[in-house]
Structure formats: structure tokens, C-alpha cells
């Protein structure tokens, strides 16, 4: 009876649970700082250049736990999210989708296919650009830096500063960076 008892209960909580964050017709989460674009890279650098933001594509793929961790447990915390709203210009690209990207180099490939290209191997799979970006070279040569998998949220957020603060402009590599800014917050 106590069996029984426990596993109505734990089906009642779980099945009136309402999900953290929201989930597209195509099976991936959805924040409000996404932009729907028509993945021209090019045209998608040109439009965050013009409102002052960093161009962020991040890769994602339906039912990926990694992804719905990063999207509950630190995308959702209000600090994070607002300064991706404030600072980047973010395009989703789906891991397994069929729609047209268009790459730096003028390459169109399938979602899939450019995912591919890139080499990108896990999700999410977060690159990061420069404002500028030459005509002749993929994303991957012009990344200034890569997020490959689920971090925590003091991880991401200081990822996030140092791309915005042009770290990898300096000498000081993230892992540097991120112990540094650990050593200030313990304070």
C-alpha cells in the first residue's frame, strides 16, 4: 500500500508540472532573447553590429537534457538573461533541422549539414563572433571563442563578459579569466 501511495503521489506531482521553459514547433527551447532570422550569417552579424550586440549562434537539439538544463538552470536566471538581451544577438540553429544556413563564406547548407561543417559534436554548442568578419572564411575560422556543452550559471555568465569584454583579444585565457573573477567573487 505505501508503494502505491508513493507512486500516486510522484505521478499527481509530475503530471501537473508545467515546464520551465518553452518549447518551439521544432522541438527546441525557446527564450526571448532568440532572434527568428533567416540564418545569414553575414546578414545576422551586420544586424547585431547595428544595435551594438555581439553575434552568439547556438546549437541545440530536440529532447537534449543538456539544453533544457542550461535553458531552467541558467538561462532563466534573470542577471544571465538580461544581459544576453542586452549584449548578444542570438540565432538557433537546430542540430538536426532542414533550414537553410547561409555561412560567412556564402556556403548554404542544410541546419544538419552546416552543423556538420562546423564539426560541432554536442548540445548545446554555443560560438561566439567579432563584429567583423571576412567574406571568405567559415564560422568556424572566424569564432572567437566556443561554449561546447551544458555549464553552470557562474560559468556562463563570466563565458559571456569575457567575450563581451574582448578577452580573447588579451593574453589572459579564459580558464585564467574564469579563476580570476572566481578569486574576486570569494572576496
Same mark, same amino acid.
Given at each position: 500500500m505505501k508503494r502505491f501511495l508513493? *507512486? $500516486?503521489i510522484i505521478f499527481i506531482s509530475t503530471s501537473f508540472a508545467?515546464? *520551465?521553459s518553452e518549447i518551439g514547433d521544432d522541438g527546441l527551447h525557446k527564450a526571448p532573447w532568440m532572434r527568428d532570422t533567416f540564418k545569414d550569417l553575414q546578414e545576422d552579424l551586420a544586424e547585431a553590429n547595428e544595435e551594438g550586440k555581439r553575434l552568439m549562434v547556438i546549437i541545440e537539439q530536440r529532447g537534449c537534457i543538456y539544453c533544457k538544463k542550461m535553458h531552467d538552470e541558467v538561462f532563466s536566471v534573470e542577471r544571465i538573461a538580461n544581459y544576453i538581451d542586452q549584449n548578444f544577438f542570438v540565432v538557433q540553429i537546430n542540430m538536426f533541422g532542414d533550414v537553410d544556413v547561409t555561412d560567412f563564406d556564402g556556403t548554404i547548407l542544410q541546419e544538419k549539414e552546416m552543423v556538420?561543417? $562546423?564539426g560541432a559534436l554536442f548540445t548545446p554548442s554555443i560560438l561566439f563572433f567579432p563584429q567583423d568578419v571576412a567574406g571568405d572564411v567559415s *564560422? @568556424?575560422?572566424s569564432k572567437v571563442a566556443t561554449m561546447p556543452g551544458a555549464f553552470g550559471a557562474h560559468t556562463t555568465f563570466n563565458m559571456l563578459n569575457w567575450v @563581451?569584454?574582448?578577452?580573447?583579444k588579451t593574453a589572459e585565457v579564459f580558464q585564467k579569466y574564469q579563476a580570476r573573477k572566481f578569486a574576486e567573487q570569494s572576496e
Open positions: 508513493v *507512486a $500516486w508545467l515546464p *520551465a556538420k561543417r $562546423w *564560422a @568556424v575560422q @563581451v569584454e574582448e578577452g580573447y
